[in-house]
C-alpha cells in the first residue's frame, strides 16, 4: 500500500442532533474534511449512529438488547444511505463492513477481511465500519465501536487513529483540553469523566483505554472534537484534540494481533523466575507454573499473570492447561514458545 492507513471513528452523540436523529449537516461537513484525507489515506471511517438512528422506529423504546438490535437494523440503511449521499460530491462510494468480535479473533478470518478491505481501498471505496448489532452475541460483543477502531487500526497497521467525540478532546481538572500525554495512566484515567451519552455506549475511560493499547502498538492517537471546525483535519495534523503520543513497537503484525485481536479463553500463573524469563524473551516451561486460574485448550490464546496477578503476556498455547495438569512434573514442558508471546 502506498498510502498510509487512517481509522476515522465517530461517536453517536457526534453525529445525531439531540433528538437523536442523524445530523446531516454534521455528515456533510464530515465527507467534506474525509474526501480530503482521501487523497493521502486508505481510510477507514468506523461509524457510530446506527441505533440512535432507527430507535425512534420502535415502539416505546427502552434500550433492551433486542431494541438495540432492531434499532440498529433499521438504522444502518439510514446511516449509510446519509453518508452515500454527502460523498457522492466527492465521487467516492462507500462499502458497509458489518464486523463481529470472532472475526478478529480468528485469524484466518482477519486476514480476509484485511484483503476485503485492500480491495476496496484499490477501487478508491471508503469502508464504513460498524459492530453486527443484530446478531452479534452479548458474550462476545465488542465494548464499543473505540474497540472495533482500535482493534482494526493495529491489526491492518494504521498509522494514525483519531477518535472524534462530542468533546474537544482530553480535558484537565479545570477544563482545558490536554494537547499531549506522554503515558496513559491512572492520573489521566482520574480525568475521564465517567459518564456516557445518552445515545452511545462509550466515554472518554472507553477512549483512553484503546488509546493506550494502540499507542502501546505504535499508532498515533487524537481524541478530538467532531464539532471543532475543521476538526478532522486539524486532528490529522495534531493541530486539535489530544494527542496520545506513539510508544516504539517492533514486534511483528501477527503478534500484534495477537495482543489486541484475539480473544484471550485461558489464564495462568506464573513464579517470579518465569515472569523474568518471559520479559527476556524467553518461552513459558511447565517449571514456572504456579497455578492454572481459568482452562484453555492447545491453540487458544491465554493470559499470563504473576504471583501479584498483574497480567505479564499474553501468549498462544501449544498445549492444552488439561496436558500440563496431567504433566505437572515434566518442569521442561514448553506450553508456549517465545515466538507466541507478547509483553504487556
Not at 119 to 125: D, M, Q, S, T
Amino acid at each position: 500500500m502506498t498510502k498510509s492507513i487512517l481509522v476515522l471513528k465517530l461517536g453517536s452523540a457526534s453525529i445525531t442532533t439531540s433528538k437523536g436523529e442523524i445530523d446531516e449537516a454534521i455528515i456533510a461537513d464530515i465527507t467534506r474534511q474525509v474526501a480530503e484525507l482521501a487523497l493521502n489515506h486508505h481510510l477507514i471511517l468506523v461509524s457510530s449512529g446506527a441505533v440512535a438512528a432507527g430507535k425512534k422506529y420502535i415502539k416505546n423504546y427502552k434500550g433492551k438488547i433486542s431494541e438495540r438490535k432492531a434499532a440498529a437494523s433499521i438504522g444502518n440503511p439510514l446511516l449509510l444511505s446519509t453518508y452515500s449521499k454527502h460523498f457522492k460530491p466527492y465521487n467516492i462510494s462507500i462499502a458497509q463492513s458489518l464486523c463481529e468480535r470472532q472475526h478478529f479473533s480468528h485469524r484466518t478470518q482477519f486476514l480476509q477481511l484485511k484483503e476485503t478491505y485492500e480491495e476496496l481501498w484499490k477501487n478508491g471505496v471508503i469502508p464504513i465500519a460498524n459492530e453486527n448489532d443484530v446478531v452479534s452475541n452479548l458474550e462476545l460483543k465488542f465494548s464499543d465501536n473505540d474497540e472495533l477502531a482500535t482493534l482494526l487500526g493495529v491489526g491492518f497497521g494504521a498509522s494514525l487513529i483519531l477518535l472524534g467525540t462530542s468533546v474537544p478532546g482530553v480535558l484537565d481538572k479545570d477544563g482545558n483540553v490536554i494537547d499531549t500525554i506522554e503515558s496513559i495512566n491512572n492520573d489521566v484515567f482520574s480525568l475521564a469523566n465517567k459518564n456516557t451519552s445518552e445515545v452511545g455506549l462509550g466515554g472518554m475511560i472507553s477512549k483512553l483505554t484503546f488509546a493506550n493499547l494502540a499507542s502501546t502498538m505504535g499508532i498515533k492517537v487524537v481524541i478530538f472534537g467532531v464539532r471543532t471546525p475543521d476538526g478532522i483535519l486539524k486532528a490529522a495534523k495534531g493541530e486539535s484534540g489530544t494527542i496520545c503520543t506513539p510508544k516504539n513497537c517492533s514486534i511483528s503484525a501477527r503478534n500484534k494481533w495477537l495482543a489486541s485481536g484475539s480473544l484471550v479463553t485461558g489464564r495462568l500463573m506464573v513464579d517470579a523466575g518465569a515472569s523474568e524469563a518471559i520479559k527476556k524473551r524467553k518461552s513459558l516451561l511447565a517449571v514456572g507454573v504456579k497455578s492454572i486460574e481459568v482452562d484453555f485448550a492447545n491453540g487458544e490464546i491465554f493470559e499470563i499473570i504473576d504471583e501479584q496477578k498483574n497480567i505479564v503476556a499474553v501468549a498462544q498455547a501449544k498445549v492444552s492447561s488439561n496436558t500440563i495438569s496431567k504433566n505437572a512434573k515434566q518442569h521442561n514442558l514448553e506450553i508456549a514458545n517465545a515466538s507466541d508471546i507478547v509483553i504487556l
